[in-house]
């Protein structure tokens, strides 16, 4: 027999009054989850001077997910995807040009010093699976995930798969990281708009990246434009997933398959991106 406390409390759940008994309790669980984000958003108030396109780790887990993500895409054994995960974090060279570049550049009040690529990995170990010749990427900013690409087919290049990476953005002052050699002989930056840029592409593109204008609108004008420019078995890419359902939607328009992946940032505010990834 239940003692007089658990009886009450029983009863209490079958009535009316079950929400308002249940509100401390409640509280309490959402007062932890919030606090916690708050101390995680002062902390990066102080320590970060980011205002956009925010770089972060990502958790040991969701690493974990990125890489059985990657295998799935690339159908490749996720004891490489790992492998070639572990081979950008190792790359102290290219870590090392980003944080020397990034002190001595006009924009450096708005970066940290610190490298984080968080999904910028899995884009890594894509371009090492699937070896391609030409890679677009669309978006580029300061060119961190221009780097990130480059590094990835110049060891594709030292393996005998040579390829390079048109990356596109509107801003002349976008993509300073990836000016610099070895990444940048890998490297075709071509600034103006990207669908001016991919009507006038001249060669087939194994992978395309959306990363630019990152409103549904200009999203699928991308697919659409970069569509006619796509090899047979071309993979592409969106940093838009978490947003906009137009990687999905292209996708079952088009006969691919089509998969998720969402970031969780470490000790980061930012609930994070993620990668849409269509392939037949
Ligand atoms: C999110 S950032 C790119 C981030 C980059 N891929 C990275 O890995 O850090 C978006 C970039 O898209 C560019 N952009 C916005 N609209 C564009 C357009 N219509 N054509 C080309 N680039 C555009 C912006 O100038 C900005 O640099």
Redesign the pocket.
């Given at each position: 027999m239940p003692d007089r406390k658990t009886r009450i409390r029983r009863a209490v759940s079958r009535t009316a009054l079950a929400p308002l008994a249940a509100l401390p309790k409640r509280l309490a669980r959402v007062a932890r989850h919030d606090a916690k984000v708050l101390r995680q958003s002062a902390r990066w108030l102080v320590t970060s001077r980011e205002h956009?396109?925010y770089?972060y780790d990502l958790t040991p887990l969701n690493r974990e997910h990125l890489a059985w993500f990657v295998s799935l895409v690339a159908e490749a054994p996720v004891a490489d995807v790992r492998g070639w995960m572990a081979e950008i974090d190792a790359d102290d060279v290219l870590r090392a040009h980003i944080e020397q570049t990034t002190a001595k550049s006009a924009r450096r009040g708005l970066a940290d010093k610190q490298v984080r690529y968080a999904r910028?990995v899995g884009?890594y170990a894509l371009v090492r699976a699937r070896k391609p010749r030409h890679v677009v990427?669309?978006?580029?900013?300061?060119?961190?995930?221009?780097c990130?690409l480059a590094a990835a087919l110049l060891r594709n290049t030292a393996e005998g798969h040579p390829g390079r990476v048109t990356?596109?953005?509107?801003?002349p002052e976008?993509g300073y990281l990836a000016k610099a050699l070895p990444w940048a002989g890998v490297v075709d930056l071509v600034i103006?708009?990207?669908?001016t840029?991919l009507n006038a592409l001249d060669r087939p593109v194994d992978m395309f990246?959306h990363?630019?204008?990152?409103s549904a609108g200009?999203e699928q004008r991308e697919f659409t434009a970069v569509e006619p420019h796509l090899s047979e078995r071309a993979l592409l890419l969106t940093?838009n997933v978490t947003i906009t359902t137009v990687l999905l939607k292209h996708a079952e328009k088009t006969g691919r398959r089509f998969l998720a992946f969402r970031e969780q940032p470490k000790e980061h505010w930012y609930p994070g991106d993620g990668i849409g990834a269509a392939w037949r």
């Open positions: 956009h396109n770089t910028r884009w990427e669309t978006g580029v900013d300061k060119g961190l995930g221009t990130v990356s596109l953005d509107i801003n976008a103006g708009d990207s669908i840029a990246l990363d630019s204008d990152h200009h940093d």
